[in-house]
T-cell receptor, first 113, second 112 residues
Framework: QQQVKQSPQSLIVQKGGISIINCAYENTAFDYFPWYQQFPGKGPALLIA?????SEKKEGRFTISFNKSAKQFSLHIMDSQPGDSATYFC????????????FGTGTRLKVLA | KAGVTQTPRYLIKTRGQQVTLSCSPISGHRSVSWYQQTPGQGLQFLFE???????NKGNFPGRFSGRQFSNSRSEMNVSTLELGDSALYLC???????????FGQGTRLTVV
């Protein structure tokens, strides 16, 4: 019940294409869902986050879609660029009061020039 | 504003030894959490500290311990190192009232 399942494990997209990464969770007590981006040799950096009372959140080329009834959420990267090539992690937590994040297994994205 | 600083960046230890890793949070952040990242298990929560008190603990053996000091700096200790403890250890700091967790670059521990 504490797991967050992430797919696909890896993704190759052409420059200008749309990258889509999906996550699913079981525990309905989760109420904060961040996405982190990690480049080799660096720590994860917050990309965008959403709470379950919102069905969609957009920041620049990055959009989170959230389906509370299906217990699923996804990251869409529009107009994907080679600089977006990184590993992406979805996560879930119970907030406020904790930073105990349950992370997905990660998606390695490669955007071809 | 300086980011989260972790020292050392790289460490090689022998099985059976112990190791201490350090984390300096962003100024003003009082919550510090630790994660272990491995290719096989991904990012796994170790523990979280706020105001020198452990607030949450993950499913790791007692060989893994941590503490937080009055200036919010944190250390984690791993005793009796095993080969499987080889990993990137990440520290994140946050404001106590929720919001973004900022990660450091991590300490790469190799146990030989």
């Amino acid at each position: 019940q504490q797991q967050v399942k992430q797919s696909p494990q890896s993704l190759i997209v052409q420059k200008g294409g749309i990258s889509i990464i999906n996550c699913a969770y079981e525990n309905t007590a989760f109420d904060y869902f961040p996405w982190y981006q990690q480049f080799p040799g660096k720590g994860p950096a917050l990309l965008i986050a959403i709470r379950p009372d919102v069905s969609e959140k957009k920041e620049g080329r990055f959009t989170i879609s959230f389906n509370k009834s299906a217990k699923q959420f996804s990251l869409h990267i529009m107009d994907s660029q080679p600089g977006d090539s990184a590993t992406y992690f979805c996560a879930a937590s119970f907030t406020p009061g904790t930073y105990k994040y349950i992370f997905g297994t990660g998606t390695r994205l490669k955007v071809l020039a | 504003k300086a980011g989260v600083t972790q020292t050392p960046r790289y460490l090689i230890k022998t099985r059976g030894q112990q190791v201490t890793l350090s984390c300096s949070p962003i100024s003003g952040h009082r919550s510090v959490s630790w994660y272990q990242q491995t290719p096989g298990q991904g990012l796994q929560f170790l523990f979280e500290y706020f105001s020198e008190t452990q607030r949450n603990k993950g499913n790791f053996p007692g060989r893994f311990s941590g503490r937080q000091f009055s200036n919010s700096r944190s250390e984690m200790n791993v005793s009796t190192l095993e080969l499987g403890d080889s990993a990137l250890y990440l520290c994140a700091s946050s404001l106590p009232d929720g919001g973004v967790a900022f990660f450091g670059q991590g300490t790469r521990l190799t146990v030989v």
